[in-house]
């Protein structure tokens, strides 16, 4: 059994707390996020607790992941509020638990939206698409550089203001796990190696 593992600590100088939504840039996050999410929880949680994460989540959000749109753009503040209601409703604080569900709600979102993918490649193929991938499913902060071999890659996100929340390190690492889960890869080793409030270092090495 795989574990989370976040082992980079933030750099000297930025902050621990989670990120303020009155302070940060611009961001949307397309809508087959939460189709994903909703549909995940649904169908592996049933109504009840899809029903307690759309009460949790309030008015504003909750009518978002009750009944989203795939190719509308949301507020990333939605996002952020989605993830932290997955953690304390479905997933209860456990870390591992709550990056495997991340890894399965992006293994779906794969299959049903970039079916460009899923043809075999090797790890270090899979991963250059991650730019790709991130353009796609938002828009306004952030960019995403790789750099990958044969057994190891480091994928670095920046200027996205939302590293300081753990569910978004944590969503990174789920994310990117499930994409060596689509290239053959059991038991990759998916690593925070560092991360500030905007930036993000994530080490991937496989066999």
């Known amino acids: 059994m795989w574990q989370a593992r976040v ?5 000297s100088g930025s902050s621990s707390t989670s ?5 940060l840039c611009v961001s949307e996050v397309k809508g087959l996020w939460f189709t994903v999410g909703r549909r995940f929880v649904l169908e592996t949680y049933g109504q009840e607790m899809l029903d307690a ?8 959000h909750g009518a978002i992941f009750a009944d989203p749109l ?7 503040e939605t996002l952020q509020q989605t993830l932290a209601v997955l953690d304390v409703v479905v997933t209860q604080g456990d870390q591992d638990e709550f990056v495997r569900v991340l890894h399965d709600c992006s293994l779906l979102a794969v299959h049903h939206f970039f079916r460009a993918l899923l043809r075999l490649v090797p790890p270090q193929t899979m991963l250059r698409k991650v730019p790709t991938m991130w353009s796609l499913i938002r828009r306004g902060a952030g960019r995403v550089a ?24 944590l969503l990174s690492v789920g994310a990117l796990r499930s ?9 990759p080793r998916v690593e925070i190696a560092a991360y500030t ?4 270092t994530v080490d991937i090495g496989w066999t």
């Open 7 to 11: 082992v980079g600590a933030p750099v």
């Open 19 to 23: 990120s303020s939504s009155s302070n």
């Open 53 to 60: 994460c759309v009460a949790r989540l309030g008015d504003k």
């Open 70 to 76: 795939a190719s509308e753009w949301y507020p990333e």
């Open 146 to 169: 790789v750099e990958a071999d044969d057994s190891h890659a480091v994928v670095r996100y920046c200027e996205f203001p939302y590293f300081d929340d753990v569910h978004y390190r």
């Open 179 to 187: 994409l060596m889960t689509l290239c053959g890869k059991k038991n």
């Open 197 to 200: 409030r905007d930036s993000l």
